[in-house]
């Protein structure tokens, strides 16, 4: 019985080609667009957690003021010199730490002009950061003890003045103070945010402060803290010396911020789960147009084949036969546009993600919600118009207008 | 098969009707198209049925081929009550023991010739080795050789009225109805159909039940009945024809 009703509905499809193709096509674009929206939302989330995972889980950022969320912080006095050198000096377990400050200034060579981020910091600031010499050299301790004007610039920067020339060696200007370009760093691209991490220049703190600037302040100081040892413990304690060294009594809250990776991560893939949730909600939104195509084909050819069922049950079909054949037709063209939906879903997946560069991550629950959601909507249409033209006496149906 | 129904069942009614009244509507607009119809036919008749239109002939057919059931009254098809029979059972009624050709053929559309023959063999699950040569000749039977894999859309109107044909008969089923078989025939297309339909009769015992509007159809028949508002209003043996 099985194999006949296989035998009827294959020949049933084949006959209607172009109502086939339609009903399969709405399964088709809302298991597509499902995968494809999830696809890229998950490989941009995956994305942010890699790009901060690849600075390190045991890095530390401490920043004046205190977060109120992505981008907010509350204001007060920025931290000094002095600050970052008792944070080295009193606490244990630390590899490094880099006390920065930035501003946006133009640089300019001969005729050319271009307005970047110039940040002042220690030799530590490249390790910290995993920034990488791509030509030249960082600048040394000493340098940066005595206040020496060099810089070490970004990718972008270098394109921007130098175009083809080697900039290794040339004298920039950054508002008075003219300094040499000891280096070129290692290009890194976008950071999660959207900035371009390759618009920088980096010259000596002390030379920044006293040469550029002329403040002694100091915008952020970052922490490495040894393997093994716990971050939270490391916050705790430069959170009670900066109170100390703040002024700070015990009924006031912190005007300082010290986060670890593991929060920033938190706080930006927050960001992406909204992105992702939105486009999850434009997938579904799809899966239901997609829903309305094939309940709409499927509707709208309940009269011609209400008559071809009045015609199969006046021939001797019984409603059981005919009703395996209908939803062997509907399970047969809803598999069949699911299976098409993924693999243009994926195929699409590939490419989109290496356009927009980022990572392909496979969710397969997804894939099978939206075959299944698509499925159920194509049987469910196909199956119950047609057992309520089966179950008519078949003059009934035959006369079906 | 002929010989053995013939004996077994001279006197018995293959098909039977009694007080058979059918109504379409409720209330004012019901509309009564059988008034309490009586009418007995045994195996190996051939029955032509006539009247005007909507005299119920049609309703009375529709009936017999179990495409419909009535409101009042019994229909026994071998002794067995159809009232009785569920949906399912009914079915196989149909698929086993009748063949119609309806008015409108009702092929379904886009589908070979040689497919919609194959359809109530299809559903007799008969094996698919004897399914293509039973379907060949029944459409070689109707005279449609070399139009096999024509779609009915593709088929001019005596043409699918001969697929019909085929369609009913390539399962050789105890009784044949036919409504209107010759309606889209030209003459010499009629008598050829009535021809075949006279060699089902006499050589294979199909008994046969055919509505008609034309006397020189009914000829071919053993006995024509009469219908006229919803009532029988003459039945009549023919003489014994003489054969061909």
Known sequence: ??????????????????????????????????????????????QVTEQIASLGSNLLMIHPGKHMGPGQSSGAAPFKLADAEAIQREIPSLIAVAPASSSSMTAILGNENWTTAVTGSTEQ???????????????????????????????????????????????IRLNKLSCEV??????????????????????????FQRRVTGKEDISIIQVSVRDGISTDKVKQDIARLLRVRRHLSDNEEDNFDVMDMKEIAKMLSGTTQVLTSLLSAVAGVSLLVGGIGIMNIMLVSVTERTREIGTRLAIGAMEREVLLQFLVEA????????????????????????VLNVPFVLNVPIIFIAVLFSAAIGVIFGYFPARKAAQLDPIDALRHE | ????????????????LKG?????????????????VDLSIYPGEFVAVMGPSGSGKSTCMNILGCLDTPTNGTYCFQGVEVGQLNHDQRALLRRNYLGFVFQGFNLLNRTSALE??????????????????????????????????????????????????????????????????????????????MD?????????????????????????????????????????????????
């Open chain 1, 1 to 46: 019985m099985l194999g006949n009703a296989l035998i009827l509905a294959l020949r049933e499809l084949r006959r209607n080609v172009m109502r086939s193709f339609l009903t399969m096509l709405g399964i088709i674009i809302g298991v597509a667009a499902v995968i494809i929206l999830v696809t890229l939302g998950k490989g941009a989330t995956r």
């Open chain 1, 125 to 171: 600031y490249f390790s910290l950061n995993n920034r990488k010499i791509k030509d030249g050299r960082i600048f040394t301790s000493n340098e940066t003890r005595v206040g020496v004007a060099v810089c070490v610039i970004g990718e972008t920067v270098r394109i921007k003045l130098f175009g083809r020339q080697n900039p290794i060696g040339s004298q």
């Open chain 1, 182 to 207: 000891i280096g070129l760093l290692e290009a890194k691209g976008q950071s999660t945010m959207g900035s371009d991490q390759d618009d920088i220049v980096v010259i000596p703190l002390r030379t």
């Open chain 1, 331 to 354: 399970v047969v063209v809803s598999s069949f546009g699911g299976l098409i939906g993924v693999i243009l879903a994926l195929i699409s997946s590939v490419v989109l993600a290496g």
């Open chain 2, 1 to 16: 098969m002929k010989t053995k129904d013939e004996d077994k069942t001279e006197n018995v009614p293959l098909i039977e």
């Open chain 2, 20 to 36: 058979v009244r059918k109504v379409y509507g409720t209330g004012i607009a019901a509309m009564e198209a059988l008034r309490g």
């Open chain 2, 116 to 193: 919609n023959v194959e359809l109530p063999l299809l559903y007799r699950h008969t094996s698919k080795s004897e399914m293509h040569p039973l379907a060949r000749e029944a459409l070689e039977q109707v005279g449609l050789t070399g139009w096999e894999h024509h779609t009915p859309g593709e088929l001019s109107g005596g043409q699918q009225q001969r697929v019909a044909i085929a369609r009913a008969i390539v399962t050789r089923p105890v009784v044949l109805l036919a409504d209107e078989p010759t309606g889209n025939l030209d003459s010499k297309r009629s008598s050829e159909i």
């Open chain 2, 196 to 244: 075949l339909l006279t060699s089902f009769n006499r050589d294979l015992g199909i008994t046969i039940i055919m509505v008609t509007h034309e006397q020189d159809m009914a000829a071919y028949a053993k006995r024509t009945v009469h219908f006229l508002d919803g009532l029988i209003e003459n039945d009549r043996k023919q003489k014994e024809k003489s054969s061909c």
